[in-house]
C-alpha cells in the first residue's frame, strides 16, 4: 500500500481577533479531514474540503518526471487535487497554540503533519516582523531568497506578497510539486529542493518553514490571471491569450442564440469568463476577504498596527518589440491583421482603477473608514509600478489607444496601440488618493528589481521583487535605454522613473558599480528581501550573493515609516 503523503504542510490565512483559518491540499478527497490543536493538541476541529477546478498539467509541465524524451502529458489534464480548510476559533489575544493537521483515507489510513504554531490577529502594539516580497514565480534564487529569511530574522509575522507568485496560475506543479524543487508552497514552507549552481558548486536550498505559523497576504499579479480557456492550447499559451472583456461581450452577442439559448446569466457568465480571463486558481487556492465588489480580489484587513489595502492592479504583459511577428505592447503580428480573433489588444488591464470604476469608489471608501486613518501603518499593495527604474513601468498604466492603419484596398496595413502618458490611472488618479489619506508605504512589483522612492509628502514607494531574476534598472548613469517605439505619438521614457522621482540611494551598503553606487539591486546572482519590524516602524532590505553560498546576508537599507 502506497502511504498517503500530503501535497502540502498547512499554512494559515484569514485570522480574526479570535480565530485563524487552516488550510492545505491533499491528491486524495479522503473521508476526514482535521486540526488537532491546543497545548497538548486536546481540540479539534473538522476541514470543509473542495476540488480545485482549473488546476492542470500539459506537456510542459516540469512534473512526475516528465521531460522531452518522456512525455506524460500530451495535452492540457485536470490533475485531482483537493483543498481543506478549518476555522480554528475561540483563540485569545496574544496567545499562540500549537496545532497538527490530520488526513484520513476512506480504509482508515491517516496522515499527519508536523506540529506548527497558529495565533489570532496580534494586538495593536504587538511588535511584528513582516516579510515584503513579490514575484517569486519558480524564479532560480527564490529558494535561496526564503531561506535566507529565516536564516537571517526568524520567524516571521506575515507576508505580504505582491503578485506573481507562481507562472502559469492553472499549472498544478508550479504551486506544488515541480520537478525543479522550487513551486511556490515548498519554497515557502521549507520543503523546497533547488540545486542552484554557481561557478562550478552546487548548493541545494529548501526555501524557509514560514508560512505554516505566519498568515500570507497576496495580491493579485498578471501572472495569477490565465487567458482564454482551451483544453487544447498549452497552458502558457492559455496564459498568454487573454482579451478584454469588452471584446468577450461583442463576441457573445454574436453567439448567444446558440450558446445561452434559455438566456441563463450564469450561462452567459461562464462563457465570457472562458472567453476573456479569469482569476479562479488564484481565488480557489486563499481564504482572503470577499467582502469588496471585487471579491477576494481586492480587499483590506488590520494585523496588528497594520491596514493594508491590497488592490487588483495589473496588466498583462506583452512583448515591447516592434518586428513583424510581435503579438506586442504596441502593435499586433502582421499575419493576424486580418483575424482580430488572434489579436491581443495590447496591454489591456484586468481590472478597472480610475475615477468612478468600482475599484476606485471602494478604494476612496476604505481610506475613509476609522479601521484606516487609525491605524499606526497605513500599507497599500498592489502588483503594478507607479514609480520604478525597471522595464514595466513602460507604458503608461492606461487602457490602450487602438490605431488601425488601412492599405487603399481596404485591407488593414498595422495595427497599433499607444499610452497617454497623461491618462496613467495610477499616477492622475490613485496616487493622489493615497497621497490625501496618509499612506505610509506603498508596496509593489513586477520588474524584478529593488529600488525604492519617496514623494514630498513623505510617502514611501517600495519595489522588493528581485528574489530571483531581473529585468534591468534604466539609468543616466548605467546609459541602458528601455525598449520603446521609434514614431508613435507617445514620447515613453527611456530611462530613469517616467513618473519623475528620484531613486533613493540605499542608507547603510549600496552596490557599487564602477565605483559609483547605485540606487538599486537588479541582478541575476543577488537576492534581495525587505523586512517591516512594527515596534519601530523599520524598514530594513537584505541582500544575498548567491555566488559566494558562505557569504554573509549583507542589510543595505534601512528607513522607517512616516510622514
Known sequence: MTPLRLLTDPFLQLPTATSVRVVWFTEFAGLEHTVAYGNDLEYTVTATTTKLSHVREDQESSVAGQTETNPIYSHPTYRDIWRHEAEVTGLSAGLCLPYQVISTEANNQSVRSDRF??????????????????????????????????????????????????????????????????????????????????????????????????????????????????????????????????????????????????????????????????????????????????????????????????????????????????????????????????????????????????????????????????????????????????????????????????????????????????????????????????VHLVLYGHSHLWNRFTSDSGMHFLETSNVGNTYGAYTFSNQKRRPIPISYEQTYKAMGDPNGLTPIMPSISPLMEQTEPQPYIASNDITVFSILETATGTVSSYRFDTRNPDSAVVKFDEFQLGR
Open 117 to 438: 504554531m497558529l495565533c489570532p490577529t496580534p494586538m495593536v502594539g504587538q511588535p511584528l516582523k513582516i516579510l515584503l516580497t513579490s514575484d517569486h514565480q519558480l524564479k532560480p534564487l527564490t529558494a535561496a531568497n526564503l531561506q535566507k529569511v529565516v536564516e537571517t530574522v526568524g520567524q516571521v509575522d506575515a507576508v505580504f506578497l505582491a503578485g506573481d507568485l507562481v507562472d502559469i496560475a492553472d499549472r498544478a506543479s508550479e504551486w506544488f510539486d515541480s520537478d525543479e524543487g522550487n513551486a511556490f508552497f515548498p519554497c515557502l514552507q521549507g520543503r523546497a529542493h533547488y540545486d542552484l549552481k554557481r561557478d562550478g558548486t552546487t548548493t541545494r536550498y529548501r526555501g524557509g518553514a514560514i508560512i505554516q505559523s505566519a498568515p500570507l497576504f497576496p495580491a493579485l499579479g498578471n501572472h495569477e490571471v490565465m487567458g482564454r480557456f482551451s483544453m487544447e492550447q498549452t497552458l502558457g499559451a492559455q496564459f498568454n491569450d487573454p482579451i478584454p472583456q469588452a471584446v468577450a461581450q461583442q463576441r457573445y452577442a454574436e453567439v448567444a442564440a446558440q450558446v445561452n439559448p434559455q438566456n441563463d446569466p450564469a450561462v452567459q457568465q461562464a462563457w465570457l469568463k472562458d472567453h476573456s480571463f479569469n482569476t479562479d486558481t488564484y481565488e480557489e487556492l486563499f481564504s482572503l476577504p470577499a467582502d469588496s465588489p471585487g471579491g477576494k480580489k481586492y480587499y483590506a484587513v488590520s494585523y496588528g498596527d497594520i491596514r493594508l489595502i491590497s488592490l487588483y492592479v495589473t496588466n498583462i504583459w506583452r512583448v515591447p518589440s516592434l518586428d513583424a511577428g510581435a503579438r506586442g505592447r504596441y502593435r499586433e503580428r502582421d499575419e493576424d491583421l486580418m483575424n482580430p480573433d488572434r489579436w491581443g489588444y495590447g496591454q489591456h488591464i484586468f481590472e478597472p482603477i480610475s475615477v468612478g470604476s468600482p475599484q476606485y469608489e471602494w478604494l476612496q471608501a476604505e481610506l475613509n473608514r476609522p479601521e484606516f486613518q487609525q491605524a499606526k501603518y497605513k500599507i497599500v499593495m498592489f502588483h503594478h509600478p507607479p514609480h520604478s527604474l525597471g522595464d514595466n513601468i513602460v507604458p503608461a498604466y492606461t487602457d490602450p489607444v487602438q490605431t488601425i492603419d488601412y492599405f487603399p484596398d481596404g485591407t488593414i496595413k498595422a495595427v497599433r496601440y499607444e499610452y497617454p502618458m497623461e491618462a496613467d490611472y495610477l499616477i492622475r488618479d490613485v496616487v493622489p488618493l493615497l497621497e490625501a489619506a496618509g
